[in-house]
Every structure is written in C-alpha cells, then in structure tokens.
C-alpha cells in the first residue's frame, strides 16, 4: 500500500492513477490467455517448514488434493496478509509503541535502533502470533481463494548481510505457504521490500524521501536474486509470485524504464527457476495501464497477471467524495479501466483495494502522522471527525455498516469484471473497516463471497 505521499509527489500520483475511460468475468480473448493452463498439480516440497520455535510444527498433509486454479474461468478471490512479515505501523500499531522510541517508523529502523535481541524476540512473537492456522481455516471458510503473502528481501536467505533488517522470517513464510495449500488456498508470494526501497513508503520496509532501488543497479540484482531463491523454494507450492510491490514509476523516466527491464528479467528469472506453470505477477508501477499495452504479453509472454491498487483516500479530492460518487468511481472509471486492459493484454487482478473512505487509521500515513480527512496531514482543510469512521466497528453506525457492505459489493463487481480481487488487508490491530476478518464478524462482507445485498451496481454505470 502506498501511504505516504510527499507534497512534491501528490499531483504525478493522481495523474499516474486517473482513471481512462474505456463489465463481467470472462474468458479472455485468445490473443490474451497467456499460453496453455498449468498441466499437473505442483509436488509439494517437504524443506524447512517448520519456524525455529519448539511449539510450531509443519502443517500435515491436506485432506484432499491440492487442487489448480482454472484461472480462465473462475474469479480470484483473496486476501492479503498485510503486516505479517513486513511491517507497518497503522497495521501494529503496537509493535511500534512497545519500542518507546518514536524514531522507529518502519521495518529498518526497526532493526536499526534497538538491541538485535530485543528486535528479533519481538518479531518471532509477532511472526508466530500474529496470523496463525485457525485464520487460514476461517479463510478457507469465507469462500476465500488466495492469499497474496508481502514479505521482505531480508527475510529471503540469500547469504548476503540485510542489515539492519532483522531475518529470521523464512521458515515461517513457508509454514504459512504450507498452511494456505493444506486449506487448498493459493498463494502469491509478494516481494514487497527490497534493497534501497522501490517506493519511500513505510510498506516497502524503509520510509524515506530518497528510495534508491531503481538507482543502484546492485539493488535490483539484489532484488533478482531474492526472486530467484522464491522461485527456487517456493515455485512448487505456490501459485504465483509478484516481482515487486508498487514500484515508484513517479520519480521519473529512470524509475519507470528500470521497472520495465526488472519485469522482464524477474519473469526470465521465474521462468527458469520454476517452469512455466507458474504465474509471474507485475505492476503498474503507478503508471497509466495504456502504457502497458502488449508488454510481456502472449507469445512474448506467457501466464502473466497485472496487479493493479485502486484507493479512494489518499487525496483530499477522493476523500470528499459522498458514498455514492465512490461507488460510481470505482463502477466508471476503475472498471472500464481495468477491462479495457484486461480484454487486449494480460490476466488483472485488483490486488489491494479497501472499504475505507478515509485515512483515519492511526499512522496510515505514516508513524506520527495524522490524517487528511481531519486536517492534521498534508496542510489541507478538515473534511470531517474520524470519529465513528475507524477503530472497533461497534461504534460504525448502522448506515456506515450498510454502505461498507456497498461499497464491498461495488469493488468485488469491480474485480470480478476481470481475472478477480484481493482486499487488502486480513486483520489489524485497531482499523476494523480494513480488516477482512473484522468485516465479517460485523457483516459488512459476507461469508459467502459471491452473495449480494445489491447486485449489479455496475451495471448500466459502464463503457
């Protein structure tokens, strides 16, 4: 997720993510089908699943046979697992506070200024705890298809030093990939942080005005052969792996051109590792999807999805929409974007997306801050109290509860229109209108994916 927005960078995001104009799942045009299907089930690797701690144990063996994906036919329905193995401070509040020190914004400073042990302690509790089977046992249960996994270049072995990053992690990144496929969930495994940071953002592990990745060209092969090591020990048991999360193509035409070439050598480098089965997931690096057009598409290409994130909060514009006018936002413009894209080039998913129409979660902009929707970040004028808007969803008012399901509904519709969607986020520790988990314990988002309370709100809205 992209939360912190430097004045300078606000109008070249908004640009980037305009909508153009150009609304159902169905199966792509044979032109865009990404080459044959996958043609077998993938074995299941038996290495390292189990994390360092005495009391967890390697998932046993599904029930039944893991099962592929008919990705031509049927809509992705998932989940991302946001603040597990890449921190945020909005998502763990908590694990930010427990520091007592208010320097700590992210992941690197996480590691940088405190005692190792004291960092390492926290995080293989957080590691251990935060998300456990029981939450792939109720996602399998809410119809859910796939988990999209951020995780961090630090936490992938590669024999190289990560400091001050922490690793640690992988033994339970593979626990949770065995856990999604013994509860027949597909994974994407999402590298979400990489060396010099390829955002600013906190969510790529380092906050910083100054992200060095796409100007280092050490960094991106750092980043390759991370992906290399995924592919390698993870390829079997997942379904599909993303390159890099949200690239900062606004920084200029150096950033957007390395996205391109690291794209195509991360592909060749999937391609290699782990067999064409496989998906390779991409971005569009806050770049127009038309300037997509034909790249790593079929035959050049073959089964690649496009990622695309589509939020309505983070400008004051978005932000002083009514309900209804996100709702024809996200039916309009997003829609028929995504469509058009998907129709002539590659698989899309809608692979974060929200109910929030604000940015009240604490520190959703960054440890620290406040938020534009009440006039304490980014120096503009209040649009409202965030009281009632955020936090335990007892106090979300009927209406609120009711337009949430809504505009749920509205961005499935949304999603479904293409290759599917992902909500971003599972679970936090206080934001409950961005938590999936919480979504259905209050009933705005049904325990039945493909249950409606208004169906068709797209329809007729649409190009």
Same mark, same amino acid.
């Given at each position: 997720?992209?939360?912190?927005?430097?004045?300078?960078?606000?109008?070249?995001?908004?640009?980037?993510?305009?909508?153009?104009?150009?609304?159902?799942?169905?199966?792509?045009?044979?032109?865009?089908? !990404?080459?044959?299907?996958?043609? @077998?089930?993938?074995?299941? @690797?038996?290495?390292?699943?189990?994390? @360092?701690?005495?009391?967890?144990?390697?998932?046993?063996?599904?029930?039944?046979?893991?099962?592929?994906?008919?990705?031509?036919?049927?809509?992705?329905?998932?989940?991302?697992?946001?603040?597990?193995?890449?921190?945020?401070?909005?998502?763990?509040?908590?694990?930010?506070?427990?520091?007592? !020190?208010?320097?700590?914004?992210?992941?690197?400073?996480?590691?940088?200024?405190?005692?190792?042990?004291?960092?390492?302690?926290?995080?293989?509790? *957080?590691?251990?705890?935060?998300?456990?089977?029981?939450?792939?046992?109720?996602?399998?249960?809410?119809?859910?298809? *796939?988990?999209?996994?951020?995780?961090?270049?630090?936490?992938?072995?590669?024999?190289?030093?990560?400091?001050?990053?922490?690793?640690?992690?992988?033994?339970?990144?593979?626990?949770?990939?065995?856990?999604?496929?013994?509860?027949? %969930?597909?994974?994407?495994?999402?590298? *979400?942080?990489?060396?010099?940071?390829?955002?600013?953002?906190?969510?790529?592990?380092?906050?910083? +005005?100054?992200?060095?990745?796409?100007?280092?060209?050490?960094?991106?092969?750092?980043?390759?052969?991370?992906?290399?090591?995924?592919?390698?020990?993870?390829?079997?048991?997942?379904?599909?792996?993303?390159?890099?999360?949200?690239?900062?193509?606004?920084?200029?035409?150096?950033?957007?051109?390395?996205?391109?070439?690291?794209?195509?050598?991360?592909?060749?480098?999937?391609?290699?590792?782990?067999?064409?089965?496989?998906?390779?997931?991409?971005?569009?690096?806050?770049?127009?999807?038309?300037?997509?057009?034909?790249?790593?598409?079929?035959?050049?290409? +073959?089964?690649?999805?496009?990622?695309? *994130?589509?939020?309505?909060?983070?400008?004051?514009?978005?932000?002083?929409?009514?309900?209804?006018?996100?709702?024809?936002?996200?039916?309009?413009?997003?829609?028929?974007?995504?469509?058009?894209?998907?129709?002539? +080039? %590659?698989?899309?998913?809608?692979?974060?997306?929200?109910?929030? %129409?604000?940015?009240?979660?604490?520190?959703?902009?960054?440890?620290?801050?406040?938020?534009?929707?009440?006039?304490?970040?980014?120096?503009?004028?209040?649009?409202?109290?965030?009281?009632?808007?955020?936090?335990?969803?007892?106090?979300?008012?009927?209406?609120?509860?009711?337009?949430?399901?809504?505009?749920?509904?509205?961005?499935?519709?949304?999603?479904?229109?293409?290759?599917?969607?992902?909500?971003?986020?599972?679970?936090?520790?206080?934001?409950?209108?961005?938590?999936?988990?919480?979504?259905?314990?209050?009933?705005?988002?049904?325990?039945?994916?493909?249950?409606?309370?208004?169906?068709?709100?797209?329809?007729?809205?649409?190009?």
């Amino acid at each position: 997720m992209w939360w912190i927005f430097a004045p300078l960078l606000s109008l070249a995001v908004e640009v980037a993510l305009a909508a153009h104009p150009q609304c159902r799942l169905v199966a792509p045009p044979a032109h865009v089908r !990404n080459g044959p299907p996958a043609s @077998s089930v993938k074995p299941q @690797s038996t290495k390292g699943h189990s994390p @360092s701690t005495a009391t967890s144990a390697a998932p046993t063996a599904a029930a039944t046979p893991f099962v592929p994906f008919p990705y031509y036919s049927k809509p992705i329905r998932g989940v991302n697992l946001g603040g597990w193995f890449v921190l945020e401070p909005w998502i763990t509040p908590s694990m930010f506070s427990n520091t007592n !020190n208010d320097a700590i914004v992210d992941e690197y400073t996480f590691g940088q200024l405190q005692d190792p042990n004291t960092a390492l302690a926290a995080l293989k509790q *957080h590691w251990d705890t935060w998300i456990t089977e029981d939450d792939f046992i109720e996602m399998a249960a809410a119809g859910l298809t *796939h988990i999209r996994l951020p995780i961090g270049y630090w936490s992938v072995p590669t024999n190289v030093s990560v400091a001050p990053y922490v690793p640690g992690a992988w033994p339970y990144i593979q626990r949770a990939v065995g856990w999604a496929r013994q509860h027949n %969930i597909h994974t994407i495994v999402d590298l *979400h942080g990489v060396p010099g940071s390829q955002n600013g953002f906190d969510n790529s592990g380092q906050r910083t +005005n100054a992200p060095q990745w796409a100007l280092n060209t050490a960094n991106v092969d750092a980043s390759l052969a991370v992906i290399q090591v995924i592919a390698t020990e993870l390829g079997p048991q997942v379904d599909a792996i993303e390159l890099l999360n949200e690239i900062g193509g606004f920084y200029g035409p150096v950033w957007d051109a390395t996205a391109r070439t690291y794209y195509q050598n991360g592909y060749n480098t999937v391609r290699q590792a782990a067999g064409n089965d496989i998906v390779v997931v991409i971005g569009d690096a806050f770049d127009a999807l038309p300037r997509w057009q034909g790249f790593l598409s079929y035959p050049q290409a +073959n089964r690649v999805m496009m990622d695309v *994130h589509r939020y309505q909060i983070f400008s004051v514009g978005e932000l002083t929409r009514s309900h209804d006018q996100h709702i024809q936002f996200a039916c309009q413009s997003i829609l028929p974007d995504l469509q058009a894209f998907a129709s002539k +080039n %590659i698989w899309t998913v809608s692979g974060e997306w929200s109910t929030s %129409i604000t940015d009240c979660a604490q520190w959703l902009n960054g440890r620290g801050t406040g938020s534009r929707w009440e006039g304490t970040f980014g120096g503009g004028a209040a649009v409202g109290s965030c009281a009632g808007y955020t936090g335990n969803w007892s106090t979300f008012s009927q209406d609120y509860r009711a337009f949430l399901r809504k505009y749920w509904e509205a961005q499935v519709e949304v999603g479904e229109a293409v290759q599917g969607w992902i909500y971003w986020t599972w679970k936090t520790e206080g934001a409950d209108e961005w938590s999936y988990k919480k979504g259905l314990e209050g009933g705005w988002i049904p325990q039945d994916p493909s249950q409606r309370l208004y169906p068709g709100l797209c329809q007729g809205t649409t190009k």
